[in-house]
């Protein structure tokens, strides 16, 4: 009998990546999708399949912050595996809108947790809660690995760090299979494109074909640890088959500031970052990570999960994707109708 998995976000960055894997995994995948005025399915519409034709991939419309419908939804389709990956997942947005990424964030993932809590006293469901780097702030260690105690430092960061610590409860209160994967950031040519690496590579191609000509970032000191997404999302699943639940970092164990993923892709492009990077406080955080280093040990002992994508490949695969878009958008501009 193959297995039936929820993915909230799963028009996200990972989310897709995800359902990707699980139904190449011969998984029946629901996905909960946000009513919008425009089709927000860009990153699924290659594994969208008809709904007249028996599909492995289903989407819902629902809400993290409708716990009503999320229950009902969770009942219905009782899921093995629920991963909790929707979210406003956007640090600096966080501060403008701290209420609701707090709602998506936080309660969202406590409605996820009180749905499974039903369904758990039928069948056992195991959930997936996408815990964060970001926990750590104001970090008091380095590396950063499970034990090491959480500084958040934005109202992003707060509410991730009461969905962790709700996962936890959960777990011990009621005896159920709950997770949290402690994800360093990762990035792909999927990223959203007001995320620091994707508006770099976006940018440089842009550069390089003539249709821009500065690129304004903030601080260009802060410090990641980055791999790319399409590891991350086997990682979660492994988190998921281990014999009983825990919490894992997932990260590569290397950290570089935001100026050399800047030199790498321009780099990349025959082109010097400093020619074109000009800083605008606009995009500077009230207050900001400065250091983010994660130690994957425990992941790689007990999951077998290591990061195999290194950074000059991560900025090679998402510099030369954004050329090519790049070039189309150029090619589309030089284009004049002659009727
Ligand atoms: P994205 O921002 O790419 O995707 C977020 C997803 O959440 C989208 O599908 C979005 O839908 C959905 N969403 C937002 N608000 C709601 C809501 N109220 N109800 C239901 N769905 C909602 O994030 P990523 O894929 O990068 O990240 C996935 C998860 O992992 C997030 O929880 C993020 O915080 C966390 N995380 C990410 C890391 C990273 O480096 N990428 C690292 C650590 C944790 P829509 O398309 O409609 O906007
Ligand atoms: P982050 O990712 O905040 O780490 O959160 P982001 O790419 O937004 O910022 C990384 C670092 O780059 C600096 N920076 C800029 N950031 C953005 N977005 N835009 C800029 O112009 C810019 N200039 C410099 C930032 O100050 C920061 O230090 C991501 C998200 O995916 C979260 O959801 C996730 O939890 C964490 O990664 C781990």
Redesign the pocket.
Known sequence: MSKTALI?????????YLAELLLEKGYQVHG???R?STF??Q?IEHIYQDVHEHPQLLLHY?????GQALTNLVLEIEPDEVY???????VRVSFDQPVYTL???GV?ALNVLEAARLLNTKKQVRVYQ?????MYGDVLAVPQCETTPFNPQSP?ACA?VFAFHQTVNYRRSYDMFASN???????SE???ET?VTRKITRAAGRIKVGLQHKLYLGNLDAKRDWGY?KD?VEGMWRILQHSEPDDFVLATGRTETVRDFAKLVFAELDLDYEDYVEIDPRYFRPAEVDLLLGDPSKAKHTLGWEASTDLEELARIMTLHDLEIAKREAHAKSFVPTK
């Open positions: 909230t976000g799963i028009t996200g960055q990972d989310g897709s909960l999708v946000r919008s927000s399915t990153r629902g809400d993290l912050t409708d909790n990956l929707g979210a406003q997942s956007h709602q998506t964030v969202g996408a815990s964060s780097s970001e992003y991730k994967g402690i994800l360093f950031n990762h990035e999927r990223r959203g995320f997404a991350y």
